[in-house]
């Protein structure tokens, strides 16, 4: 972290701690050319370039391999609901018979379905995966951690090696070691709302889309936050127009669940309130809004 107080961007939406960008931090690709090592970043520009940026990779990585969609079509499992895919880099065995490069990744069905293609297996530059011989150890370890071959296919120790670096690369930029229960993201959204609110004096966010970023810069362990709410109404069974109202409805509901942990978050209450008092409700009506929590006291509207 910088003593300096300064991030490199220096604009107004600069918030947070400042951090140095130094070679221990892996730089998404999309962002090399803006993001150098040497750089100080705030919170606000450190979740957009660096977190937020290795999550939407993440989400939209796709499997390399030049068949993947036929082979996918050939899948008993072509018609259940899509599941995030097991990517692993390409084995170097595959490499050049599928044209990829050694930095592209593929998924699990395609290796399998690539030893069992005539497309490939037939070509004299491919090389099948190394049967075990009746007298070979069937354990190899490889630092602390141990590997039992099965289904009589094993990889080259050379390629589990590489299994490993990789294993061990994963482990070193996971950032949180548990997941965070719904109950600290509630309260952690809640600070942020009440700092909005309170102490920069910001408007309610109505916009879904605008308060999703606004969450997920302000803190990394709220990235999917929102979307994990928006899931649980279950979007596939309904129309666009619903799911964006829905996505409304949950901005709300999470001002709501806010204002239960802080009775100081109400800017939704006063503009409800206020709403209201302009429509010409009465001031019981608003009284009783308010006793459910929906809206603030006549009161406090004057």
């Known amino acids: 972290m910088s003593t300096e107080s300064t991030c490199t961007f220096n604009s107004t939406d600069c918030k947070g701690v400042i951090r140095q960008i130094t070679n221990n931090i892996k730089i998404p690709i999309t962002n090399k050319e803006i993001i150098l090592v040497g750089m100080k970043l705030c919170q606000t520009h450190f ?3 660096i977190t937020n940026e290795v999550h939407n990779l993440k989400l939209n990585e796709t499997c390399s391999h030049p068949k993947h969609d036929e082979y996918k079509s050939q899948s008993k499992n072509t018609n259940k609901k899509s599941k995030n895919l097991n990517l692993e880099k390409v084995p170097k065995r595959l490499i050049s018979i599928l044209n990829l490069d050694e930095t592209a990744k593929i998924c699990s069905l395609c290796r399998k379905r690539t030893d069992k293609d005539p497309d490939y297996n ?12 009746e007298n070979d150890d069937n354990i190899l370890n490889i630092g602390n951690h141990t590997y039992s071959f099965r289904k009589d296919v094993l990889y080259s120790e050379e390629e589990l090696k590489q299994f490993e670096s990789d294993y061990q690369e994963i482990i070193t930029q996971l950032t949180i070691s548990n997941e965070i229960s719904l109950s600290n993201k509630i309260k952690k959204m809640s600070s942020i709302l009440y700092k909005n609110q309170r102490v920069l004096k910001q408007k309610t966010i109505y916009d879904p889309d605008e308060f999703e970023i606004m969450l997920e810069e302000a803190d990394a362990d709220l990235i999917g936050f929102f979307d994990e709410l928006y899931k649980g109404t279950n979007p596939n ?16 509901l999470c001002y709501f669940l806010a204002s239960i942990n802080n009775k100081y978050i109400n800017g939704i209450k006063a503009d409800i309130g206020l709403y209201l008092e302009t429509s010409g409700a009465s001031a019981s009506s608003i009284d009783t809004l308010a006793n459910i929590g929906l809206s603030v006291s006549r009161r406090t509207v004057n």
């Not at 037939?122 to 011989?133: M, Q, R, T, V």
């Not at 069974?237 to 709300?252: A, F, G, H, I, R």
């Open 122 to 133: 037939k070509l004299e530059e491919y090389n099948a995966p190394i049967s075990k011989k």
């Open 47 to 49: 979740n957009k370039f």
């Open 237 to 252: 069974t309904k129309s666009e127009k619903t799911n964006n109202n829905n996505k409304k409805k949950l901005v709300s």
